[in-house]
């Protein structure tokens, strides 16, 4: 009887530590008051700095209202795009915001909240390229792709030889060169961009649904902390917070 009384005992016991290490992260968010993201801020109009230095972007004003509706601060600590999500995995932050698209591959080793964005994939070019028309023809062809993206993989699917970048930027900066025939990237990202350059002689050629929305990448086994964006990411949609960041950036509510 005894037996089972201390099995009965330390199976409780192992049930609550396992509890508290999934709320763990959240707790410690809270008793910080400040969720820190990792992000890139090169990469326009999600995560850049603007002409007076100061991180903006779809991703971290979202990010900000989010952490709001935890009733925390948020902290944001920039790298490259190729780093980001190991320095998560090394917790350097608590999460990354960056428009991370939720792939199985992705979600084998992390967790993400709710989608909050969704786009289309544009196949970029010069605009005097006249051998690239679709995807298909991205073969045996010099693609510019940040090497960890979903981009990058669609454009190896495609039989595409890869450039490796830092970034967007880079990216287009490769093809505007002639270093690279073609990119892969995000429709909104590529229009922000024509917005601020519209002489730039860069044309699309090709686009398709993306089929991988982002979301706020965190470490495996919190719980605590998915629910808890996910409600905030709610929240921020219900009072109107999303709607006036999505026009902020891209002049409509992209939510519809």
């Known amino acids: 009887m005894k037996k089972i009384t201390l099995a009965l005992v330390t199976g409780s016991l192992f049930l609550t ?14 008793a ?19 002409s007076n230095n100061n991180l903006v972007g779809f991703d971290v004003d979202l990010g900000r209202a989010v952490a709001a509706k935890l009733g925390v601060k948020a902290k944001f600590i920039e790298g490259r795009w190729d780093g980001l999500i190991a320095g998560l995995s090394a917790k350097r932050y608590d999460a990354v915001i960056n428009e991370v698209g939720i792939t199985p591959e992705r979600q084998a080793k992390f ?17 005097d390229n006249t051998t690239i028309k679709d995807f298909a023809d991205l073969k045996g062809q010099k693609a510019a792709q940040s090497l960890t993206s ?8 495609y039989g595409a030889e890869l450039v490796p970048t830092d ?17 892969l990237n995000d429709n909104l990202s590529y229009l922000d961009f024509k917005k601020h350059k519209p002489d730039a002689p ?8 993306a089929n991988a929305p982002s979301g ?14 996910n409600t905030a990411l709610d929240e921020v949609k219900a009072d109107g917070t999303y709607k006036t960041i999505s026009i902020r950036y891209f002049g409509q509510d992209i939510s519809k």
């Open 17 to 30: 530590a396992l509890q508290a290490q999934a709320e763990d992260g959240l707790a410690a968010i809270k």
């Open 150 to 157: 979903n981009f990058s993989q669609l454009a190896t699917k």
């Open 111 to 127: 967790d993400f909240s709710k989608p909050y964005i969704d786009s289309k994939v544009v196949l970029i070019t010069r605009d």
């Open 32 to 50: 910080a008051g400040t969720i820190s993201f990792g992000t890139e801020g090169t990469y326009a109009p999600y995560t850049f700095h603007d």
């Open 202 to 209: 860069l044309k699309v050629v090709a686009s398709q649904d």
């Open 167 to 183: 970034g967007f930027n880079q990216s287009l900066d490769l093809v505007l060169s002639k270093r690279a025939a073609a990119t």
């Open 216 to 229: 706020i990448l965190i470490r495996k086994d919190q719980p605590e902390l998915v629910k808890a964006l």
